[in-house]
Structure formats: C-alpha cells, structure tokens
C-alpha cells in the first residue's frame, strides 16, 4: 500500500508538465463540471480522497458507502454573468446492502431578449437557456477501509424550444488508511454518449431553388446539428487528516484532473476546523491548467446540533480572473 500511496503522489507531482492538445469548445453539459459544494470549492475543488460528508459524493461516489446517516444538502451559487446555480441532494441509508444517493442539479440564465441582424435591439421576444441533471448512486463499503460507488445522471440541455438529453455514469473507489491516516481516492465522471440538440427552432422554411418562379417555396425543411459528448473528468487525490488535538484539526487535500475537454491540471487545498463550530478553508483550483482563469479560493463554515439533528452552513468564494469571483452557500442536514 505505502507503494501505492507514493505511485499516486509521485503522479499528481508529474501532472503538470504533461502538455496534451486542449479540446476546449467540443463538449456539452459544461454545468456538470460546476462544484456544487461550498467546503470543497473553498479547497480549491480537491474532494476527491474524502469522505466525511454529503459534499464530496460530486468528486467520488465511492464516498456514499461510508455515509450511513441521513443528509440532506442544498446548495445555491451566485454564478458568472448572473446565471443561477442550485443542487439538492441526499442520502438514504440501507443498513448492510449499502447505502443510496439522489441529486438534482439546475442552472438558468433567466430572460434575454431575442437579438437579430436586422433587430439588434431585441424582437420583443424573450428565451432562455436551462440545464438540468437527474442523479441516482449507490455506494458499498467493500471493507471498513475500501468503498466502492456509481452515479448514473440524465443530463438535459434546453436552449428555447430546442433541447439535447443524454445518460452519463460515474464511478469511483476509495481507500482509508487505519487511524488518522491518509486517503486515497479516484474516480471517473460523466461517462456517456454522445449528444445534439434538436427541437422547433431548428425546424426551417425552405426554398429548394430560389432562382427558379413557379416551384414550391414554403417546403417544410429541419437543420441537422452535431453531436457532442459531455465533459469527461478522471480524478486521482490524496487526503491527510491532522489532529491536532480533541479539538482542532488540520486536513489537506490534492487533487489531479484529467479532463476530456481541457488540459490536466492539479488543485490544492487545506481546511482548519476547531470542533464542528468552526472551519478555515483555503485552496487554489487549475493549478498548472493551460489558460486557466483565476484559481484562489476560500471559505468557511459553521455548524451544530439540535437535538438529533446536526445542521451545517458553508460558504465559499472562487476567483474566476476576468470573469469575475463566484459566490456559493451550502446548508446541510444530518439525521
């Protein structure tokens, strides 16, 4: 195992030299790639190896197995260009066959005016632009140290009156070393099939030959557009918890990102809590990422108990260089 935790390590150190062709622009479903929780996104989006909450199922499904309570979270984000971002999800317990998991994911553009060449100031008309992801996961945990985990996501893109839909699935494993020790996780995000969009607005009205009087005109005609595959992520990551006495702790976190759509890229991140009334975080996220947009991260969070039930509320910010900073919160409940 120790060789194994250094094989690991050694390849998140050898992840940034890698220069591979970026093929940014040739994916769909770029939603899915949002971090919907305020601890890890505070952590520069490295939760891959954790497992210590509703949070990190995002990054590795395998975490479901190690979660037997409860929870539920809700997250909301102030996203770029005043987009809004929201993510529901929670866990259903199931004793000794393991345990499940749901999500909802949602993002809207809200109204904008319909602008053409011969109307640039608007139509009258308004649209919008919603995506929309449906998740349903399992988790086991193969041993008291190892879990295992799926995720299985209907993915739909709507742009007006014109959508695409596709399946995607994740997969992830997960080891715990004995104690206090070090975790280590990966997984595969977003495996699925290609897609194109289709719907009313691409169905046209169509002159087979406008040189020519006397033919019929108003033919009845669709434009066929590509196809597209969702943004794929492979994640490898190393944790390592801290105590640094009853109570506080440390814990450190390092992600590598293979994506499908862009160049592989490392994030970093660190969190100081002291009981559960209190945590620190700070991360940078796209390290070494060719072309990356800002990267510092911070946050932090609060919790406590109500009886039986624990609640928790984090915050995180996120630099996204000319595009601006991102806002997230995310409320959490355990039963």
């Known amino acids: 195992m120790k060789r194994l935790a ?85 866990i259903l317990p199931m004793g000794k066959v393991g345990n499940a998991f749901a999500s909802v994911t949602a993002l809207n553009s809200g109204a904008m005016d319909v602008r053409t060449v011969d109307q640039p100031l608007g139509t009258g008309e308004q649209f919008t632009v919603s995506d929309v992801a449906l998740g ?54 977003n495996f699925g099939t290609r897609t194109h969009y289709d719907g009313r607005d691409l169905r046209i009205i169509y002159d087979f030959d406008p040189n020519r009087f006397g033919d019929n005109n108003t033919l009845p005609g669709e434009r066929f557009v590509d196809s597209y595959p969702v943004p794929q992520m492979f994640r490898v990551g190393l944790g390592l918890p801290w105590k640094i006495d009853n109570q506080q702790r440390l814990y ?26 209190l945590a620190v975080r700070l991360g940078f996220r796209d390290l070494l990422l060719q072309d990356a947009e800002g990267g510092l991260t911070f946050g932090a969070g609060t919790g406590g108990q109500l009886d039986n039930v624990h609640y928790r509320l984090d915050y995180a910010w996120a630099d996204y260089g000319r595009l601006d900073g991102t806002h997230r919160i995310t409320f959490g409940v355990i039963f």
Do not use: C, K
Request: hydrophobic content about 45%.
């Open 6 to 90: 250094m094989a690991i390590a050694l390849g998140l150190l050898a992840a940034g030299p890698l220069h591979a062709q970026s093929n940014t622009g040739t994916a769909i479903g770029q939603f899915l790639m949002i971090d919907p929780g305020a601890r890890f996104a505070a952590m520069g989006n490295a939760g891959v190896s954790t497992s210590d909450g509703i949070q990190s199922v995002y990054y590795n499904p395998a975490s479901i197995g190690f979660l037997a309570r409860w929870e539920f979270t809700f997250t909301h984000a102030a996203w770029l260009a005043d987009i809004t971002y929201d993510y529901a999800a929670v």
């Open 252 to 277: 450190f976190a390092a992600d590598a990102h293979h994506p499908s759509d862009n160049t592989e890229s490392v994030s970093l991140g660190a969190e100081y809590a002291y009981r559960t009334l």
């Open 136 to 189: 349903l996961g399992y988790g086991l945990p193969l041993t008291d140290r190892v879990s295992a985990g799926v995720q299985a996501n209907y993915v739909q893109e709507r742009i007006w009156h014109s959508s695409a839909g596709t399946l995607t699935i994740s997969v992830g494993t997960l080891y715990q070393m004995p104690g206090n020790g070090l975790r280590i996780g990966a997984s595969l995000s």
